[in-house]
């Protein structure tokens, strides 16, 4: 048997270290490009290889875990995080660098998937409100690192800090061994036939692209609002100094840590899909704030209420994967989060488009019609899954 309480800890401190993985590249970027004299080209590199490595990650742990377990994937992977965070201030090479990042979303990725399946499969009845909480850890290690690599690098060199950082990660290693987990819901072989089953699923690809656009939409708020927010008046944009614009979009990782703090003790009482619906007439407000507002207190307005509408839709929707896909648990949580993650690159993409031809404001409107998009899609969802409860 394990503990129950053991094992959500051990999950707490994956997620945490998959908010540090994150926010890794923004955070060292400028010592990076300093050191080795990059260029955009070169850093765009960087910035692709740290999400190609999470969706691989994301695509490979679920059959992994249902068939062999999670302790010694978390571990191995989360091994992988500090290796290439260690190899960076060692570095003599882009490429290595390079290398070092691929590593790092890959194991980020594994981390990432495997602590949000593994939450599911322990908790009973709570799972939104036990997800929520494990996704509060996320916001602790994207805020955490920043700041602490901030303050630190006054008075120690950028390398020992980020060495210090990739030691720290030891900890959460010799935890994962030290603890017992679930056993492997597949105790011999594997059922190929029946995971891949799952893709015909049509309640798990609704799961899939309900997320699709969620993880669109925290991605496009994410990569294009400083950009937005330090346009000029003339163009209908705030004209924020740099400065400004960070600080507004930092709160937005402020709300969503504390909305889900606050989504986990709530969730116990209100029924989950309201959180959700709810949070998508949030996004919408808060994308109509920051399209007309041309003022600092508009555009922190605005990304505040994005992070409080962002809070619900991972965990909510990751509890209806864990209750209804239960028994292969893991590949079901692959499956949906490659969607997930093909939304981000795809909405992305699409943003660049519309902003070369009509205006960075534009984003915003892609961000309406995600959110639209959504509301569709999960009412669907909503009303398969209560048929597919009572039947």
């Given amino acids: 048997m394990y503990n129950r309480n053991l094992v959500f800890w051990s999950a707490c401190f994956g997620m945490l270290i998959f908010g540090m993985v994150m926010i890794s590249l923004g955070t060292i970027n400028t010592f990076l490009t300093a050191k080795f004299t990059l260029d955009q080209t070169q850093v765009g590199s960087l910035a692709a290889l740290l999400p190609i490595g999470i969706l691989l990650g994301s695509l490979v742990f679920g059959p992994i875990v249902d068939r062999f377990g999670y302790k010694l994937l978390l571990a191995l992977c989360t091994l992988f995080v500090l290796i290439g965070i260690e190899i960076i201030p060692l570095a003599g090479k882009l490429s290595a660098v390079q290398f070092a990042f ?8 594994v981390i990432n998937g495997g602590t949000n399946a593994l939450v599911s499969e322990i908790s009973a009845e709570e799972k939104g409100s036990r997800l929520s909480f494990l ?6 290690g994207a805020l955490g690192m920043p700041n602490i690599v901030g303050v630190m690098t006054k008075y120690f060199p950028t390398e020992s800090v980020i060495t210090a950082i990739g030691l720290f990660i030891l900890i959460p290693v010799i935890f994962f061994l030290s603890i017992k987990f679930p056993e492997p819901k597949i105790k011999q072989g594997f059922p190929l036939k029946q995971s891949l089953g799952l893709l015909k699923n049509p309640i798990l690809l609704l799961i899939g692209f309900v997320l699709f656009f969620e993880s ?11 950009t937005y927010l330090t346009k000029p ?9 740099i400065d400004k614009a960070l600080f507004a979009l930092s709160l937005m990782m402020v709300s969503i840590t504390v909305t889900r703090l606050v989504l986990g003790f709530l969730l116990k009482k209100v029924r989950d899909y309201y959180a959700v619906f709810a949070s998508l007439v949030i996004i919408i407000i808060a994308a109509i704030i920051l399209f007309k507002g041309t003022s600092l ?4 307005a605005g990304l505040l209420l994005m992070g409080v509408g962002f809070s619900a839709g991972f965990p909510v929707l990751y509890g209806y994967a ?18 997930a993650l093909s939304g981000n690159t795809l909405l992305n993409y699409l943003v660049g488009i519309v902003s070369s031809n009509f205006g960075i404001k534009y984003y ?13 899609l999960f009412s669907a969802l909503v009303r398969r899954t209560a048929k597919t409860v009572k039947d």
């Fill in 102 to 109: 691929f590593l790092i979303g890959f194991g980020g990725g």
């Fill in 233 to 241: 008046v003339s163009e209908g944009a705030p004209g924020l100094s």
């Fill in 216 to 226: 669109g939409m925290e991605g496009m708020v994410n990569n294009w609002s400083t």
């Fill in 297 to 300: 207190t508009a555009a922190a």
């Fill in 364 to 376: 915003l409107v892609i961000v309406i019609g995600s959110a639209l998009c959504m509301l569709v």
């Fill in 135 to 140: 996704g509060v850890f996320y916001g602790i």
């Fill in 322 to 339: 864990g209750t209804l896909f239960s028994e292969f648990a893991g590949t079901a949580f692959s499956i949906i989060l490659v969607i």
